[in-house]
């Protein structure tokens, strides 16, 4: 950090830029005035019988459209989980700040600026224009510090900006009093906050928040009105300190350039940047001495919660140098494979997922055999249906009435009847335990995927001939899956053979839809097969890559276990060197983890023993919710935010948008 000591940083360039740059959850209190819009309504000066006319003219700054949609994500981004958001507006733009923003805070609500002294109307035709609508924005635990009743109400009355304090040279058409700046800012923040104002003008909500001892981030990008407000903010500045601190060098000069990563804008004692904009995973990888590479490794396996979109908010927030790596619930491995260090300890409770991991990494012979059987296989799934045109000619005396519903479950009886022999050949010797549930799943997938077929066509449109074979093909092919889905949920096999277990635990994970691993009250796995989309998956290349030298070099330095993640920590003890990065399951009403339930006792426990027992760095991801934040809402915990989209919706158990937490104790 540059210096600790900072109180303000007026910046000179465009704000839409310079935002990207500044962290996540950093800013106390976002308080700005941009442009309305307004002035492309404007009829042109107003003439006066025997005067002069009247400018009836804002700016031509405003005449430029300014869509508030351009800036919400960001505010949101910047700003703290207990921070407000105050923005002067319009009557042409409070629904659009409404539409962007509402969804995103817990409350939104709206003030208005009486002006005692509006200019007058010249011509009685309507309605002086004597208001102006602030529209706010909060989230639980904000601040406010109201003393009265009398001080809650949303409307304020004072002057417009009125000389001496109103600027001549430059006139800013929008100036605003300090007064009311000043009464907004002392409800809205503490002493020390950071009020941030990306449309500065001529500097007035600076002047206020320094003269409120709050610290201050004003940009503006016209160069007339910043060099006023620079003065303005240094001579307020003045009367507090005797030397002007200016982070960076760079107040009053324009932004020529980007800002390096390490530009810190806040004063958190040890804060790490969050450098998250437009940075991508493959550069943010750690570096050793040992180790001059910059590749991030694949992750292992599809798993749910995978961090692979969310290692730029993760890489460059962790520690500079650590000497071992640590992560107890290491899912598909993301962030595992992108770290390098001297050691890496792994844990999952999931045995399965950390055979799979001690297969990789010890290379495992009857494994990887298992693993290209089971690829065979899905090759012969295609072969068998290319070669037998028979299911496309049934389908289609189907569709057109010349078979009804029980001509056609006799159709495709004798035709399994009839392929007996080459539909059980499909799965080789090691998996051909009960190969008649293998004919019994192709009936019954072919005889479900035509009705549905039919259905569809007779309520949308005839599909083309190759969109038929698609879903055909997809019958076959699920007929397969659904075999090893049953292999896998084969207690004697699970409990006498953990290595072709293991394999058949990895097939499902690749093919079953989206990914998903989610058991019935038996305890048997029901994700049904992934669909046309996966068809043409093969295992190949994944196998290459498990077998690779580099991710075998990786592995050769790893520590793989499957333990509660307490007494793995406990176990290989973290120490003041380490890192640990914990991505536990999330706190939901489904909490179910691989068939390994993870209540609100665990997070309790786990966020007990990291933050009172745990003497390594560590950063943990996680879900947003009241309960989880109040767990970590401690002194000496970050705590930022960032939006993560999930690409499926499994029976409405997770939220389209949600906000993820990173959480760290340094």
Same mark, same amino acid.
């Given at each position: 950090?540059?210096?600790?000591?900072?109180?303000?940083?007026?910046?000179?360039? +465009?704000?839409?830029?310079?935002?990207?740059?500044?962290?996540?959850?950093?800013?106390?209190?976002?308080?700005?005035?941009?442009?309305?819009?307004?002035?492309?309504?404007?009829?042109?000066?107003?003439?006066?019988?025997?005067?002069?006319?009247?400018?009836?003219?804002?700016?031509?700054?405003?005449?430029? +459209?300014?869509?508030?949609?351009?800036?919400?994500?960001? /505010?949101?981004?910047?700003?703290?989980?207990?921070?407000?958001? *105050?923005?002067?507006?319009?009557?042409? $733009?409070?629904?659009?700040?409404?539409?962007?923003?509402?969804?995103?805070?817990?409350?939104?609500?709206?003030?208005?600026?009486?002006?005692?002294?509006?200019?007058?109307?010249?011509?009685?035709?309507?309605?002086?224009?004597?208001?102006?609508?602030?529209?706010?924005?909060?989230?639980?635990?904000? #601040?406010?510090?109201?003393?009265? $009743?009398?001080?809650?109400?949303?409307?304020?009355?004072?002057?417009?900006?009125?000389?001496?304090?109103?600027?001549?040279?430059?006139?800013?058409?929008?100036?605003?009093?300090? @007064?009311?700046?000043?009464?907004?800012?002392?409800?809205?923040?503490?002493?020390?906050?950071?009020?941030?104002?990306?449309?500065?003008?001529?500097?007035?909500?600076?002047?206020?928040?320094?003269?409120?001892?709050?610290?201050?981030?004003?940009?503006?990008?016209?160069?007339?009105?910043?060099?006023?407000?620079?003065?303005?903010?240094?001579?307020?500045?003045?009367?507090?300190?005797?030397?002007?601190?200016?982070?960076?060098?760079?107040?009053?000069?324009?932004?020529?350039?980007?800002?390096?990563?390490?530009?810190?804008?806040?004063?958190?004692? +040890?804060?790490?940047?969050?450098?998250?904009?437009?940075?991508?995973?493959?550069?943010?990888?750690?570096?050793?001495?040992?180790?001059?590479? =910059?590749?991030?490794?694949?992750?292992?396996?599809?798993?749910?919660?995978?961090?692979?979109?969310?290692?730029?908010?993760?890489?460059?927030?962790?520690?500079?140098?650590?000497?071992?790596?640590?992560?107890?619930?290491?899912?598909?491995?993301?962030? /595992?494979?992108?770290?390098?260090?001297?050691?890496? /300890?792994?844990?999952?409770?999931? =045995?399965?997922?950390?055979?799979?991991?001690?297969?990789?990494?010890?290379?495992?012979?009857?494994? %990887?055999?298992?693993?290209? $059987?089971?690829?065979?296989?899905?090759?012969?799934?295609?072969?068998?249906?290319?070669?037998?045109?028979? !299911?496309?000619?049934?389908?289609?005396?189907?569709?057109?009435?010349?078979?009804?519903?029980?001509?056609?479950?006799?159709?495709?009886?004798?035709?399994?009847?009839?392929?007996?022999?080459?539909?059980? =050949?499909?799965?080789?010797?090691?998996?051909?335990?009960?190969?008649?549930?293998?004919?019994?799943?192709?009936?019954?997938?072919?005889?479900?995927?035509?009705?549905?077929?039919?259905?569809?066509?007779?309520?949308?449109?005839?599909?083309?001939?190759?969109?038929?074979?698609?879903?055909?093909?997809?019958?076959?092919?699920?007929?397969?899956?659904?075999? *090893?889905?049953?292999?896998?949920? @084969?207690?004697?096999?699970?409990?006498?053979?953990?290595?072709?277990?293991?394999?058949?635990?990895?097939?499902?994970?690749?093919?079953?839809?989206?990914?998903?691993?989610?058991?019935?009250?038996?305890?048997?796995?029901?994700?049904?097969?992934?669909?046309?989309?996966?068809?043409?998956?093969?295992?190949?290349?994944?196998?290459?890559?498990?077998?690779?030298?580099? !991710?075998?070099?990786?592995?050769?330095?790893?520590?793989?276990?499957?333990?509660?993640?307490?007494?793995?920590?406990?176990?290989?003890?973290? #120490?003041?060197?380490?890192?640990?990065?914990?991505?536990?399951?999330?706190?939901?009403?489904?909490?179910?983890?691989?068939?390994?339930?993870?209540?609100?006792?665990? $997070?309790?426990?786990?966020?007990? %023993?990291?933050?009172?027992?745990?003497?390594?760095?560590?950063?943990?991801?996680?879900?947003?919710?009241?309960?989880?934040?109040?767990?970590?809402?401690?002194?000496?915990?970050?705590?930022?935010?960032?939006?993560?989209?999930?690409?499926?919706? %499994?029976?409405?158990?997770?939220?389209?948008?949600?906000?993820?937490?990173?959480?760290?104790?340094?």
């Amino acid at each position: 950090m540059r210096n600790p000591n900072w109180r303000k940083c007026v910046l000179c360039g +465009d704000s839409k830029d310079i935002i990207k740059r500044i962290p996540d959850n950093s800013i106390d209190f976002i308080f700005t005035d941009p442009p309305y819009n307004i002035g492309k309504h404007s009829t042109g000066n107003i003439p006066l019988p025997g005067r002069t006319p009247m400018n009836n003219d804002v700016a031509e700054w405003d005449l430029v +459209d300014f869509n508030p949609e351009d800036w919400a994500d960001e /505010f949101v981004r910047i700003l703290k989980p207990t921070g407000n958001l *105050f923005i002067f507006t319009s009557y042409n $733009q409070i629904g659009k700040w409404y539409d962007c923003l509402d969804h995103k805070f817990d409350t939104t609500n709206f003030m208005i600026w009486h002006k005692t002294n509006p200019a007058p109307k010249i011509f009685k035709a309507g309605f002086l224009n004597s208001c102006e609508m602030i529209f706010t924005c909060w989230n639980k635990k904000h #601040t406010w510090n109201f003393l009265s $009743q009398s001080e809650m109400h949303n409307f304020y009355e004072s002057p417009i900006c009125m000389r001496p304090e109103r600027l001549s040279t430059p006139k800013h058409p929008t100036q605003k009093p300090i @007064a009311l700046l000043k009464k907004i800012i002392t409800i809205a923040t503490n002493e020390n906050d950071i009020v941030f104002d990306p449309f500065m003008g001529v500097g007035s909500s600076g002047v206020a928040a320094l003269e409120l001892n709050r610290k201050y981030i004003g940009i503006e990008i016209n160069k007339i009105y910043f060099d006023a407000a620079k003065i303005r903010v240094d001579e307020q500045m003045k009367k507090y300190v005797d030397k002007t601190i200016v982070d960076g060098g760079m107040a009053g000069e324009p932004l020529t350039g980007p800002l390096p990563l390490s530009y810190d804008l806040t004063s958190w004692e +040890d804060l790490t940047v969050l450098p998250v904009r437009n940075v991508e995973a493959k550069m943010l990888r750690k570096k050793s001495t040992n180790d001059k590479t =910059s590749k991030v490794l694949p992750a292992i396996i599809k798993w749910a919660g995978g961090k692979e979109k969310e290692l730029k908010y993760i890489l460059p927030n962790m520690p500079k140098t650590f000497r071992r790596y640590f992560e107890p619930f290491v899912g598909g491995g993301s962030v /595992f494979l992108s770290v390098v260090c001297d050691q890496y /300890f792994v844990n999952d409770l999931s =045995s399965e997922l950390t055979c799979l991991y001690s297969c990789i990494a010890e290379r495992n012979a009857r494994f %990887f055999d298992y693993v290209r $059987q089971i690829d065979c296989s899905w090759k012969k799934a295609k072969n068998f249906y290319s070669s037998n045109n028979k !299911l496309y000619d049934i389908y289609l005396s189907y569709r057109n009435e010349e078979i009804n519903d029980d001509k056609l479950k006799k159709e495709l009886s004798s035709f399994c009847d009839i392929n007996r022999s080459e539909i059980m =050949s499909m799965v080789t010797v090691d998996f051909a335990f009960y190969t008649d549930v293998l004919v019994d799943e192709m009936y019954k997938n072919l005889l479900r995927k035509m009705k549905r077929m039919k259905v569809l066509e007779n309520t949308k449109n005839v599909l083309p001939e190759k969109d038929l074979h698609d879903n055909l093909e997809t019958a076959v092919k699920g007929a397969l899956y659904m075999y *090893f889905r049953h292999l896998y949920n @084969a207690k004697e096999i699970q409990k006498n053979d953990n290595i072709l277990h293991c394999s058949l635990f990895y097939f499902i994970r690749n093919y079953c839809y989206s990914g998903m691993f989610r058991y019935n009250d038996q305890g048997e796995f029901n994700v049904p097969y992934g669909g046309i989309a996966y068809n043409l998956k093969t295992l190949g290349k994944k196998i290459d890559y498990y077998l690779s030298d580099e !991710l075998s070099l990786h592995f050769k330095k790893t520590v793989i276990d499957n333990l509660d993640f307490e007494v793995f920590l406990r176990k290989y003890v973290p #120490t003041e060197d380490d890192f640990v990065f914990l991505d536990p399951p999330y706190d939901s009403e489904f909490s179910t983890y691989a068939q390994n339930e993870f209540t609100k006792k665990d $997070q309790i426990r786990l966020a007990d %023993f990291m933050i009172n027992k745990c003497k390594a760095k560590w950063m943990l991801v996680i879900k947003n919710t009241d309960f989880i934040y109040s767990l970590y809402n401690k002194k000496g915990i970050r705590i930022r935010s960032f939006d993560k989209k999930y690409m499926v919706s %499994f029976m409405n158990r997770n939220d389209k948008k949600v906000t993820h937490l990173l959480i760290t104790n340094y």
